[in-house]
Structure formats: C-alpha cells, structure tokens
C-alpha cells in the first residue's frame, strides 16, 4: 500500500465540527494567557521597555527578537538607569518627602503591592475600582489616544503613590528619552486628586505651600506609561463590566467624558460636527435584549437620539438642502433648566432622480464571521438591498481575512441572479491568503467609477480590520485620500464581543460615510433598504453647527452627547476640516440643556471679579428676546467651499409647558434621558427610567415601524437590568 | 524565513498587539483542531488539545525564534501537546499486542468488500510509537513531505523517512493479509 492510498483512507475520517463554545474557550484562554505574558515581560524588563517599543514598532520583518543583541544593549541601558537615578536628587526628593492624610492608607496598602506580580493583578485592579469618587483631571489631560494608537483611558488617573512605584515608573520615563547622560528636568504635569491632602514636600525650591489636594507631579511619559498598564489591566479584566458569565467584554470603544456644563459668559460659542451614525442605539439595544447594561462608553447619546426619525418640515430643493427647526421647552429632569431642541432635516431624494450607485461590499469572512448574527444575517441584508437597486446600478464585492479576493466583478442590478448567486457563495473560515482587502475592493471600485453616480464601499465586519493595511493611521489616511477621488465608505458592525467600534466610527468619518451596527434582520432593513438612501447618497457634507448663546438670557449650557464631535471655534469656518454629512431623508437632531439668566439651578456661580457682559453693548437687536444664534455650514456634495444657514432662536420658538411641545422634541428628551441614565451622568438627578417611559409614551403619534415602542421596551429592559444590581 | 505569510500578524503580536494575536488563533484554529481530531478522533479531547495549544501559545508566542516558519512551529506544538495527551490516557502495551493479534487479517479473510475501515486503521496507528504516528500522521494525514515533516518534528529528513518506515512495518503486521493482497 502506498502512501496515497494510504492518505486517502486516513482522509475519509470524518472530523466534526469543533464546538463554539470550546473555540471561544480557546480563544479567551489564549487571550488571557498572551496578556499575562505581556504582563510579565512589562515587569520583568522595565529596563528593556525601550527595546520592546523599538523592536516592536519600528522592524516589520527586519532585526528582531535577537536576544543576544537586545541582551548586550540592555545591559548598557541598565547602567544608565543606575547612573541617572542616582544623579537625580529631584526624583530622591520627591520619593521620600511625602506625606498622606489617613484617609487613604487603606488605598496605600494596595497600591504598595504595585508593581503587583501577575497573580496579584486582582489588588492592582482593586485598586482602580476603589477609586470611586470620579477623580478630577485638569484640562492639560489630554483625551483621544497616545502615541501608540491605543485608546488612552481618560478616567484612568489613579497616581502610583508609592515609593517603589514612582521610582519605577520614573525609570521607565528615563529610558524612553535613552539614553541621556544626564537627567533632563522632568515635565510637570498636574494632577488633583479629591481625597488625598499632602502637607509637606521636600527640596521644593520656592518653599510654596502647596494648594492642599496637589498630590504630586508626574511627567508625560509616565502618565502614558501608567494609562497604559492600567488600560492593559482593564482589559485584562475583560474590557469593562462582566454583567453576566457568559459575555466577555471584548468590544472596543472609545472612552468619553460626558459634556460638562459651560458659562455663557466665559465660553458663549458652540461648535460641533453632526453626526448621523446610529450604530451606538443598536449596540445599546442589543446589550439590553441580551439582559445586560451596555457600557457605558457604548452610550453614545447622540446616536441614540439621531436613531428615529423625526417629523421636522422638509426643505423644497436641493439647493439649501436642510432646514433647521428649534424648539424650547421646560427641562423634564430639572425645573430650573430649559432644553433647546434643535432639529435638522436633509432633502429626500426622489427615486426617479436618484443618481447611480455603484457599490462595493468588502467583507469580512474571517472564522468569526460564521455565526447567526454575522455573515448570515450580512448575507440576508444584502439580498434585500439587492432587491432595491435600480437596474443600472452595480454592485461588486471582495473578501477578506479568510478567503481574500474578488468574488463578484462589477455587475449591473439587472443581473441579480448573478450577485444572489455570489451572495449564496459567501461563507466564514478557510485558511487566509494575507488580505490586500481595502486596496483591492477600492481598485474595483476605482475601475468602474462614475462621477455622475455615487461610489462607495460598504465594509462589513465583526471587528477585524485585518484589510491589508494595518497601521489605523495609515488605513485612516487611505480612506480619506479615496474619498478625497470620491469613493466613499460605510462600515457595517456585526457581532458582539470583538466589536471594534472606535475604529469603525473613525473610519466611516473619514470615509464620508456613516457607520452602523446591525443586530438583526429589521436593523439590516432599516440601514440598507429604508434608509439606505440615507446610507447612500450624501446631500450635504462637513456639516458644522455652531450657536452663540446670549448672555442676557442663558447663563449656562451643556450639550448632551456629541463629545467625540466637539469642534473649536475657529473650526467653524476652516473648509479643511471635515465634519459629518447628511444623506438624502437623514435628520439630525441635538439638545442642549439651558439656565435661563438668574434660575436659581444655575450650577457654576458667576465671577466675582469677572467683567460683567450684560453692561456691555450687545451687538444683535432685540437681544432680550433671543436666546441664541444658530448657524449651520455645510458643502453641496460637489463643491468644497461650504455654506451658510443661520437662524435666530428667540420665545417665539419656545413652549411654556412639556405637554405643549411637539411630540417630537418631547420623545427625543425622553431619549437623552434614557442616554443619560445608561451613563450615570450626574445631570439627570432624580429622573428614573420609569420617567422616560411616562415621557415616551406619552409622545408617541407615529410609529409605523415600530421603533419607538421597542424603545420603551429598552427602557423597561434597562429598568430591570439595573433594579437587578448590574449598576 | 523570507516567506511566512503569518508573519506581519506575528511581529505584530509580538510586539503586543492583541488583536493580531487573535487574528492569528483565527486564522489557525481549524487547522489544529483538524490535526488533534484525527489524532484522538474524540471531538472534545481535540477541543481540549487545541485549546491547549494555543494557551501555549499565549505563553510562548515570545520565544519564537523565526528560524522555520510560523505554522511549522505552531505544529510542532500541536504534535508536543498531543503527544502529551497520549501518554496521559496510554494504552498499556498488552492492550497493543492484543489489538494486532485481534486486527490481523489472514489472506482469506480480505475481500472488496471487506477492506480495512478508516477507523481501524487510525486505532491501529494509535498503537504505534508516538515518534512514528507523529510522522505518518503529518506526512499520510497532514500531506506534508519528509522535509516539512522534518522541520515540524525538528529532526532530519531520513529520520522522518525511517519512522514512516517503521511505521508500514507495523501496519502491514496488523493488516497482514490486507497489504499483501497488493493493494
């Protein structure tokens, strides 16, 4: 017998299918084996965490991971160390010449076992959760994420108040600026922390008493490397809450912090992008009928509230393709507040004139695309978009991270049966070919472009962004350079515990496009089919609004949601920077919470000594009636030179009791409620979730697809979910 | 090696990016289980030794040295911690000298209809040697040749060809009549 037959008998061996519960068991105890690895190397060789960032980051393929190289040059980087700490009396100084209020030796206890050994991990996160007042950060903490790309936790400022721990993460900074002669000063960067009270520093120069609270001064590096370990250890506990056994919180998103309230007199102006994605409402609602709260960084409020649709008057014709309407009721959680409606509606449309779309769908087919909520349901939702193309429409698609390729070529609509059958084809697994994912599907939609028509690719994943670039930065700047030649970008999320959702957000803003999540078969109807217009055909790009409120009348204000969109003043006007669009039928919707002049809610007291505005000429007429200036700027699709739209908001755009604003304005308030609850933010004061309801229900005219009354039942979910302890 | 389509996903995981990692238990999975099913063909001890495998590999992912390519010394681990497997649950050696008096076909016996069943002849390589099932399992069951072979189980070319040797010794001990009937 020879060996092929032989194999070929060994090959008859049917092999079952591996279990997904065993493969996901896999994968979670490999993750938690490679983090403690990581873990390890960090603490076992601070000494060579300069090494790990330079053979990591800088040599794909080149020098690496040669141990007797990294072992030599080590070396010499450890007498360095010694030499610079040794020479630094500043760090001595500041190591031994504090001293700490009681209140905090408890928390002292744990902190001492940092750096913990991997075992001890539970004391180190321990410590990060008994740090529950919200620690204040001054403004010089800067958000977004830090050199490395990874999401820098911006609540995340648990000092290190240790001996050891300031000499260690000390050392840590030395080496990155590897390796000086001499100790360079150190930046200083604050920190104020509630609880802790220092009353003595040592070798100060000036002798200043210290403002009680200032704890101590670490240096950027420092705070980097702190954030990150502890970020790292978050993770470690499985990125964010562990409501029930079963999910594992893989998912990603970017950390926000809720708007705080602004003065009228010290900062009148406005400024943000709009934004029509909706993929945080159908995340929200997919956490909330699987029996858990979302995270709470998963609550993106505007998205939420931009989810419905809403009854604003429509504009006439593309030629000022939205029109904004506003509205001014009492505050349904705060008597002494007013909420500021405002409302946006794009230009729909008309099919007959719908340009042609030419699209093409990049898919993700990696193994973890195989169940139910993924590929299958994509697969579905593209057979229903299919059906709703117009014969000269195109569609083509690609795969990646599984299979890699072409698998339809660009073909008319009217060959449906031609997609349908390569739709059918679509499956997860298969060994990968390295993806040229993103580059192909653009070269396929590059080659048939049409500038007359709308050219886009619609990426659809569960998370792996494994497309062939795999830099962010660089797959970042691809996208916008193709939008820039007027291929556009959707991204579709699927799935739940390898949801990359801040990247999928900054991609689809550069991309011109909008990003969605689709939990089940109605969200992939109501993204590709009803709204798919929306989805589709951009009316109106790098929208900005910008509101100046008046002082005579509004002594505070706070935007609620929004905070990833934040725009500067100046922004307002710069064509180079690039805001959010608006699709054909999208409306845009944004609340403010105003203090009314002289309320006796207002939160932040007034200057004592600060110029009074209201003694100085106002320049607009009759500025005791407006309450504020609302400007919108936008760019017809074509153009690249923006527009303006402003409107005056005053009383004749107010209603003085809740039940007589429109329905509208009463149920998005109720959906900012709701918003706010799932965050905890502390504005909301004693409103309670069954106050949402009675809010919602009570505005509830038209519903045709139902999506209003499944709110209420994420509502009554959510009240359940917490009455339950989850928060 | 020059060539080693993992390789960006591993430097990327080396240099600590999870989701790279992941990728790389993703794009690997069904392989390895493919591998330790036909090894113990019981679905949940292939589970297991797959999962095991890439815990190890969560571990060692750090020490590997590039010298052969990334799916090679993922087999080899595959191989190691199978092995491992078998020794735990080991059928004594009496057990494997029944098995072949039990197995062995008399030259009568054999006819078209009654050729040696796929699932004999894994229980009958079970029997072997764990050096020699580890080769013919890669080289019969896996399709690589003696030098793939060789790099996975780290030993040179002829070796894998004399175990492979060895190992058709024995079968055709166990399945006498079978494999002199010249089929």
């Not at chain 1, 390898?498 to 900054?506: E, P, S």
């Amino acid at each position: 017998m020879e060996n092929e037959e032989l194999r070929r008998i060994l090959d008859r061996l049917p092999v079952p299918e591996p279990g997904k519960d065993a493969k996901d068991k896999a994968i979670q105890a490999a993750m938690a084996e490679f983090r403690l690895q990581a873990q390890k190397e960090k603490e076992q060789s601070k000494g060579f965490a300069w090494l790990d960032r330079l053979i990591s980051k800088k040599t794909i393929g080149g020098f690496f991971m040669n141990r007797t190289i990294a072992i030599s040059t080590a070396t010499i980087a450890v007498a360095v160390i010694a030499f610079a700490v040794i020479f630094s009396p500043t760090i001595i100084s500041r190591i031994t010449g504090y001293k700490y209020a009681s209140v905090r030796k408890e928390e002292m206890k744990s902190v001492n076992t940092y750096p913990a050994k991997p075992s001890e991990e539970t004391s180190v996160t321990q410590m990060e959760q008994e740090k529950v007042q919200p620690v204040q950060v001054t403004k010089k903490e800067a958000s977004g994420t830090d050199a490395s790309g990874t999401p820098k936790a911006a609540q995340i400022t648990t000092p290190i108040v240790t001996a050891e721990g300031i000499a260690e993460t000390q050392k840590i900074e030395r080496i990155e600026i590897a390796p000086p002669a001499e100790p360079t000063p150190i930046e200083k960067k604050e920190f104020i922390l509630d609880e802790i009270a220092v009353t003595k520093l040592k070798g100060e120069e000036n002798n200043q008493k210290l403002p009680l609270r200032k704890a101590y001064e670490m240096a950027p590096a420092q705070v980097a490397a702190v954030d990150n370990l502890l970020v790292s250890l978050k993770r470690h506990e499985g990125g964010g809450p562990m409501i029930s056994p079963e999910y594992v919180g893989r998912d990603r998103f970017e950390d926000i912090k809720p708007n705080t309230v602004k003065l009228v007199s010290e900062e009148p102006v406005s400024t943000f992008s709009i934004d029509v994605d909706t993929a945080s409402y159908a995340f929200v609602r997919r956490a909330l009928n699987s029996g858990n709260l979302p995270q709470k960084d998963a609550v993106r409020i505007e998205e939420m509230v931009n989810y419905f649709d809403y009854d604003y008057p429509l504009p006439k014709d593309r030629s000022e393709p939205f029109k904004p309407t506003v509205a001014v009721f009492p505050t349904p959680w705060n008597t002494g507040t007013k909420l500021l409606h405002i409302g946006i509606k794009g230009y729909d449309i008309v099919p007959e004139k719908k340009p042609k779309a030419n699209l093409t769908f990049l898919i993700d087919v990696s193994g973890s695309m195989a169940s139910q909520d993924k590929l299958p349901l994509l697969k579905n939702s593209i057979r229903m978009l299919v059906e709703t193309l117009n014969p000269d429409d195109t569609v083509a698609i690609a795969v990646y991270a599984g299979a890699a390729g072409t698998v339809l070529e660009r073909t008319k609509a009217s060959e449906k049966s031609k997609i349908l059958a390569a739709i059918d084809q679509l499956h997860a697994g298969g060994s990968t070919a390295g993806g040229e994912g993103i580059r192909l599907a653009y070269s396929l939609a590059e080659a048939d472009m049409d500038t007359q028509g709308v050219n886009r690719v619609i990426l659809a994943t569960d998370g792996d962004f494994n497309v062939g670039i795999t830099n962010p930065d660089v797959l970042q700047d691809f996208i916008e350079r193709k939008r820039k030649s007027g291929i556009y970008l959707s991204v579709l999320g699927f799935g739940q515990g390898n949801y990359n959702d801040a990247l999928m957000q900054k991609l689809a803003q550069n991309g011109n496009g909008n990003a969605a999540y689709i939990d089940n078969l109605n969200e992939a109807r109501k993204v590709l089919v009803d709204e798919a217009y929306g989805t589709l055909f951009t009316i109106a790009k790098d929208v900005k609004i910008q509101i100046e409120f008046n002082p005579a009348m509004i002594s505070e204000y706070r935007l609620i949601g929004y905070e990833t969109r934040l725009l500067n003043r100046e922004d307002f006007k710069n064509d180079m920077v690039d805001a959010g669009d608006i699709g054909s039928g999208h409306s845009v919707t944004a609340i403010y919470e105003i203090t009314p002049k002289g309320s006796d809610a207002q939160l932040i007291d007034d200057l004592r000594y600060g110029i009074n505005k209201d003694s100085g000429s106002v320049k607009t007429a009759g500025d005791r009636s407006e309450y504020a200036f609302l400007k919108i700027r936008y760019k017809l699709p074509e153009e690249s030179t923006s527009r303006e739209i402003s409107k005056a908001i005053d009383k004749g755009n107010e209603y003085k009791k809740i039940s007589d604003a429109p329905a509208d304005s009463r149920f998005a308030a109720a959906v900012v409620a709701f918003g706010q609850l799932l965050r905890g933010d502390s504005f909301i004061n004693q409103f309670t979730y069954d106050d949402v309801i009675n809010l919602a229900r009570g505005s509830i005219k038209d519903d045709p697809f139902g999506y209003r009354t499944e709110f209420l039942n994420l509502v009554r979910l959510a009240k359940t979910a917490s009455a339950m302890g989850d928060r | 090696m020059t060539n080693d389509p993992d390789m960006e996903l591993v430097d990327l995981a080396i240099g600590g990016d999870e989701r790279s990692f992941e990728s790389l238990i993703e794009r690997h999975y069904m392989s390895i289980y493919q591998l330790s099913f036909r090894w113990c063909r019981v679905k949940e001890d292939a589970e297991e030794i797959t999962q095991e495998v890439f815990i190890k590999l969560g571990r060692k992912l750090n020490t590997f040295n590039r010298r052969s390519s990334f799916k090679t010394w993922l087999y080899r681990i595959t191989i190691n911690t199978a092995k491992d497997y078998s020794r735990k649950n080991a059928t004594s050696r009496f057990y494997e000298a029944a098995f072949a008096e039990e197995h062995s076909r008399e030259k009568s016996d054999l006819t078209a209809s009654n050729p040696i069943g796929v699932k004999e002849l894994y229980e009958a390589i079970d029997t072997l040697p764990a050096r020699q099932k580890a080769a013919l399992m890669l080289v019969a069951a896996e399709g690589m040749n003696h030098k793939e072979a060789a790099a996975v189980l780290k030993c040179s070319e002829t070796t894998v060809s004399w175990r492979i040797h060895q190992a058709r010794k024995t079968l055709k001990k166990i399945f006498s009549g079978w494999f002199e009937n010249g089929k």
